[in-house]
């Protein structure tokens, strides 16, 4: 539960303390407006119910006037304002184990829109097992050590590759738990690291310059399927971009005249611009003209049957393995990705 620290009587006085701290902080003038908009309306449900000063921000309370009021954006409004004001001191959690910051970091990881559904339930379950694990040792969350969280590890994972997703599960929320909730004398996250492995019997399988040309082949160009297939392909193998990239990609992330692609949001949160070879660029073409349906959507990629909705990583995923069966060639989404990275090293060898 968030708790004030000490009473106060007018939270308008907080409201406009806030406000002039987005304000100093160069929000734009529509963010502005929704924030303030959703803060007077708190203030007036505050008023209006005569809610106790200590409950203000009690969940049950914010539940309450987020279906009384139904204010746009109403939660990261509240989640920001609230943020705010546990940076400053003036609202404490009272957290024994990870109940609070635990919410409040799934919160922040799917409005930043990290990782698609199926990856925040892992998360979601990885981080209830960790919280069930500190009540279980009585650890806070303000003590937490490497040991500890090492303990977690060995207890909840039993093979190698499990363990290596739990610490990235766990490297994320420690990083959110230092730099966004405050918690924590230093930020444990680059601790958190595996072992080197110098030898690996499942190497990255990338594909061969026959394999390739097989599976460039086999986009017959016949059908909508194809033009779209034959783009999501081209793009993979000469760019390395991941699935969820591929999906993401707008009209307006496209410059035909130079050739480039710009990637705004990726993994590791580097926008980056690259250039795109001239088959690459005609195969998309290709799709936007003669398959791409024509309605008032900016994402590239498309579903061909009504209502048109853009695409998944796991359709872009579905899509590669259904061309590499046509054209029996072994592999997945992700061989492409490994092949644009092998194709890298070539290259560079070659300028050696």
């Known amino acids: 539960m968030n708790r ?7 939270i308008s006085i907080l409201i406009s303390n806030y406000l002039c701290w987005i304000i100093d902080r160069n929000y734009t003038s529509d963010t502005i407006d929704i924030h303030k908009n959703t803060l007077h309306r708190f203030n007036t449900f505050i008023s209006e119910n005569n ?3 200590h409950l203000i921000f009690d969940p049950e309370v914010l539940k309450k ?4 009021y139904h204010p746009k954006n109403g939660r990261m409004v509240m989640y920001e304002f609230i943020l705010f004001l546990k940076k400053k001191n003036i609202v404490r959690s009272d957290m024994n184990g990870l109940c609070c910051v635990f919410s409040d970091y799934v919160n922040f990881y799917q409005r930043c829109g990290f990782a698609q559904h199926d990856q925040q339930k892992k998360i979601r379950n990885t981080l209830k097992a960790f919280n069930d694990f500190l009540e279980r040792n009585k650890v806070s969350v303000n003590h937490l050590t490497i040991e500890i969280i090492d303990m977690f590890l060995s207890e909840k994972f039993k093979s190698k590759k499990s363990v290596k997703r739990g610490q990235s599960f766990l490297r994320g929320f420690l990083r959110y738990l230092y730099h966004e909730a405050g918690i924590g004398v230093k930020d444990l996250s680059p601790l958190l690291i595996s072992a080197p492995v110098f030898a690996r019997n499942d190497p990255p399988k990338f594909l061969r310059h026959n394999e390739i040309k097989n599976l460039l082949d086999s986009t017959s160009d016949l059908t909508d399927k194809d033009l779209r297939t034959n783009a999501i392909v081209r793009l993979a193998l000469s760019t390395g971009m991941r699935p969820i990239e591929i999906a993401n990609i707008t009209l307006d992330d496209i410059c035909f005249k130079t050739a480039h692609l710009k990637i705004p949001v990726r993994k590791s949160n580097n926008p980056i611009i690259i250039p795109l070879p001239d088959d690459t660029i005609k195969a998309i073409a290709a799709y936007i003209i003669g398959a791409r349906p024509e309605i008032n959507e900016r994402i590239l990629f498309l579903t061909l049957k009504p209502p048109h909705w853009p695409i ?8 590669i393995r259904e061309l590499m069966k046509k054209a029996n060639v072994t592999g997945s989404a992700y061989s492409m990705r490994h092949t644009f990275a092998q194709n890298m090293l070539i290259s560079i060898s070659v300028f050696e």
């Open 65 to 68: 006037f987020y279906q009384d």
């Open 312 to 319: 998944t990583s796991s359709n872009i995923q579905r899509l």
């Open 51 to 53: 809610i106790e000063p």
């Open 4 to 10: 004030l620290t000490h009473d106060i009587q007018d």
